[in-house]
Nanobody, 116 residues
Framework: QVQPVESGGGLVQAGGSLRLSCAAS????????MGWYRQTPGNQRETVAA???????NYADSVKGRFTISRDNAKNTVYLQMNSLKPEDTAVYYC??????????WGQGTQVTVSS
């Protein structure tokens, strides 16, 4: 199983919090980055947050100050803590692991729905 496995999506009211998890296969020994992306129907997939091999992170402007990406190296797992959720955060969230060669492994996606 090389495909990352996401969990933690669901339905939450506006202002609430969710934490997404993404477990990457230990077959992927080294990686350039692990990141979270989201997509709504009819729109392109957009980057939400990424964490790089050295530990640096970046975020989409729309989630700065509300979302936090973190990584547990021992578990090969990346997390996305989402606070102060807004209805516009509703989307399918995907995890991706980019290997040292630049190839991306994508998870199957997890639905996040924020009600107003």
């Amino acid at each position: 199983q090389v495909q990352p496995v996401e969990s933690g999506g669901g339905l939450v009211q506006a202002g609430g919090s969710l934490r997404l998890s993404c477990a990457a296969s230990k077959i992927i020994v080294t990686f350039n980055s692990m990141g979270w992306y989201r997509q709504t129907p009819g729109n392109q997939r957009e980057t939400v947050a990424a964490i790089f091999r050295g530990g640096s992170t970046n975020y989409a402007d729309s989630v700065k100050g509300r979302f936090t990406i973190s990584r547990d190296n021992a578990k090969n797992t990346v997390y996305l803590q989402m606070n102060s959720l807004k209805p516009e955060d509703t989307a399918v969230y995907y995890c991706a692991v980019e290997t040292a060669t630049g190839y991306k492994y994508w998870g199957q996606g997890t639905q996040v729905t924020v009600s107003s």
